[in-house]
């Protein structure tokens, strides 16, 4: 989609604003990251703080929670919607943008420090180093997508949520360390492309 169309769908009169504005769908997508991320970060960090002062800042499970709970406060409610989630799976696909993690700004610090612990945890449990990024895609993308899709039917079918929140989250901690710790089968070490 366009800035143009961006504009449009947007209400806009002025359909070159968003353009005007930020110069760039890039530029755009990162201001709202931006206004999203830097709760998000500070509360990230200050949760790898806490982990850090109990012995446990490179302890897989305290790693998962430093990643799932900070980014479900963006979930919006029954009633209350929200829309982030799914944003950051679609923005995720913009090249250049603070989704895909490249460039150093300061509100990615928090997942910047995630993923190099969990990096390290996953080296610690003996995944071998060929299967490591893989795993980092997998635990994120399995993360963002489980909070994402509750997003969405929270908005959508709510008369189909049947986890309350708290369990909820609690199995996506439990299935996003399970995840990332699963054992690495032969089938890995046979072709490492396809």
């Known amino acids: ?25 890039t530029a755009l997508i990162d201001a709202v990251l931006r206004y999203r991320m830097e709760p998000i970060n ?3 960090l200050a949760m790898l703080e806490g ?10 499970r305290g790693l998962t ?4 709970y900070p980014l479900s406060d963006q979930l919006g409610d029954v009633g209350r919607p929200s ?17 895909t993690l490249e460039g150093d700004r300061p509100w ?5 420090t995630l993923r190099r612990r969990v990096l390290s945890a996953l080296a610690d449990l003996g995944i071998p180093p060929s299967a490591r990024q893989d795993r980092w895609t997998l635990y994120g993308g399995f ?6 899709d509750r997003e969405q039917t929270l908005q959508l079918a709510p008369e189909q949520v049947r986890t309350l929140r708290t369990p909820f989250l609690a199995h996506v901690v439990d299935a996003a360390v399970a995840l990332a ?11 490492r492309s396809a």
Request: aromatic letters at 8%.
């Open 42 to 44: 500070r509360r990230r």
């Open 65 to 68: 929670d430093a990643f799932v």
């Open 143 to 148: 993360i963002t997508h489980a909070l994402a």
């Open 181 to 191: 710790a699963a054992p690495v089968t032969a089938a890995h070490h046979q072709r």
């Open 83 to 99: 829309w982030y989630l799914r944003f950051v799976l679609q923005a995720v696909l913009v090249g250049g943008s603070a989704a």
């Open 51 to 60: 982990l850090d002062a109990e012995g446990r800042g490179q302890e897989l």
């Open 108 to 112: 990615t610090s928090g997942v910047k």
């Open 1 to 25: 989609m366009s800035l143009r169309e961006i504009g449009a769908e947007a209400g806009q009169r002025n359909t070159g604003a968003a353009r005007y504005h930020f110069g760039s769908k």
